[in-house]
C-alpha cells in the first residue's frame, strides 16, 4: 500500500511540475513554487495537485489570464479556466500547450480497492451524474457498474444536485448490486451552492421523500466502517 501510495504522490506532482514547464517554455509568467505557495494559501495539498488546480492557478496569476485566454483558440467572449482545462491541459485538447505524458501512476480501481477493503474504508462513485455526464449520460453508467462492482466498487454517491432521472437511477443501481449508498452536500466548502455542489448539510430531494431512507443508509454505512 505505500508503495503504490508513493508512487501516485510522486507521479502526480512529476506531472504538474512537467505542466508548468511546459506553460513557462509559452511564456507564462508561473512557476512551479509558486503554484504549491498558491496551493498552501487555499489549503490545497500541493503534493496533490492536478489539471484543475493548475487551471485555477493560471487564471488567478496576472499576466497568465490574458495568455491563456489566447491559447483557448474559442470563439468566445468570456473564456474560462475549464476551458483552458478541457482544451490546453489535455492531450486531446485543441490547443494541448500544458499537456504532458509520463508513465502511468495512478492505481488500478483493483489495487485501490484491495487497499481500501484492507484498512476497512468504501470505495464509492462519487457523483455519477457528473462524471457520466461527459459521456453518453445514465446509458453509459449503466454498461460501466457491472465491471466496476467486479473490480471492488462498494459504493455509489447519490449527488445533492442529482436529476430526479438520475436519482432513480442510481437507487436503482444501489438496489440491483447491494451498493452501500454515499450522499449528502459534496460541498467543498463553497459557501454558495455551484453547478456540483451543494450547500452545506443538502440532500438530495427525492432523497429525502421516503422516510426512514436516510437513517437506513446512514446504519448501513456505519455498520461496514465500523463507527
Request: with cysteine; aromatic share 8%.
Given at each position: 500500500?505505500?508503495?503504490?501510495?508513493?508512487?501516485?504522490?510522486t507521479?502526480?506532482?512529476?506531472?504538474?511540475?512537467?505542466?508548468?514547464e511546459?506553460?513557462?517554455?509559452?511564456?507564462?509568467?508561473?512557476?512551479?513554487?509558486?503554484?504549491?505557495?498558491?496551493?498552501?494559501?487555499?489549503?490545497?495539498?500541493?503534493?496533490?495537485?492536478?489539471?484543475?488546480?493548475?487551471s485555477?492557478?493560471?487564471?488567478?496569476?496576472?499576466?497568465?489570464?490574458e495568455?491563456?485566454?489566447?491559447d483557448?483558440?474559442?470563439?468566445?467572449?468570456?473564456?474560462?479556466?475549464?476551458?483552458?482545462l478541457n482544451?490546453?491541459?489535455?492531450?486531446?485538447?485543441?490547443?494541448?500547450?500544458?499537456?504532458?505524458?509520463?508513465?502511468?501512476?495512478?492505481?488500478t480501481?483493483?489495487?485501490?480497492?484491495?487497499?481500501?477493503?484492507?484498512?476497512?474504508?468504501?470505495?464509492?462513485?462519487?457523483?455519477?451524474?457528473?462524471?457520466w455526464?461527459k459521456?453518453?449520460?445514465?446509458?453509459?453508467?449503466?454498461?460501466?457498474?457491472?465491471?466496476?462492482?467486479?473490480?471492488?466498487?462498494?459504493?455509489?454517491e447519490?449527488?445533492a444536485?442529482?436529476?430526479?432521472?438520475?436519482?432513480?437511477?442510481?437507487l436503482e443501481?444501489?438496489?440491483r448490486?447491494?451498493?452501500?449508498?454515499?450522499?449528502?452536500?459534496?460541498?467543498?466548502?463553497e459557501?454558495?451552492?455551484?453547478?456540483?455542489h451543494?450547500?452545506?448539510?443538502?440532500?438530495?430531494?427525492?432523497?429525502?421523500?421516503?422516510?426512514?431512507?436516510?437513517?437506513?443508509?446512514?446504519?448501513?454505512?456505519r455498520?461496514?466502517?465500523?463507527?
Amino acid at each position: 500500500a505505500h508503495a503504490m501510495l508513493e508512487r501516485t504522490r510522486t507521479g502526480k506532482m512529476e506531472k504538474i511540475r512537467q505542466q508548468v514547464e511546459r506553460l513557462i517554455e509559452q511564456k507564462y509568467p508561473l512557476s512551479y513554487a509558486g503554484l504549491q505557495e498558491w496551493a498552501r494559501a487555499k489549503w490545497y495539498n500541493p503534493e496533490g495537485l492536478n489539471n484543475a488546480h493548475l487551471s485555477s492557478y493560471v487564471y488567478s496569476t496576472p499576466g497568465a489570464i490574458e495568455l491563456a485566454n489566447r491559447d483557448q483558440q474559442r470563439k468566445r467572449s468570456q473564456p474560462d479556466r475549464v476551458w483552458f482545462l478541457n482544451e490546453c491541459l489535455k492531450r486531446e485538447g485543441r490547443n494541448p500547450i500544458g499537456a504532458v505524458e509520463i508513465p502511468e501512476y495512478e492505481p488500478t480501481t483493483e489495487e485501490a480497492s484491495r487497499i481500501v477493503r484492507d484498512m476497512g474504508g468504501v470505495i464509492s462513485i462519487a457523483h455519477p451524474n457528473f462524471s457520466w455526464e461527459k459521456y453518453e449520460g445514465i446509458e453509459w453508467l449503466q454498461r460501466d457498474i457491472a465491471q466496476l462492482v467486479d473490480q471492488g466498487v462498494m459504493g455509489i454517491e447519490l449527488n445533492a444536485l442529482a436529476t430526479p432521472e438520475w436519482a432513480k437511477v442510481i437507487l436503482e443501481i444501489r438496489d440491483r448490486y447491494n451498493l452501500l449508498l454515499t450522499f449528502w452536500s459534496d460541498n467543498h466548502g463553497e459557501k454558495t451552492p455551484s453547478k456540483k455542489h451543494g450547500t452545506l448539510g443538502q440532500m438530495n430531494p427525492y432523497f429525502l421523500e421516503e422516510e426512514g431512507r436516510v437513517k437506513h443508509h446512514l446504519k448501513a454505512l456505519r455498520d461496514r466502517l465500523r463507527i
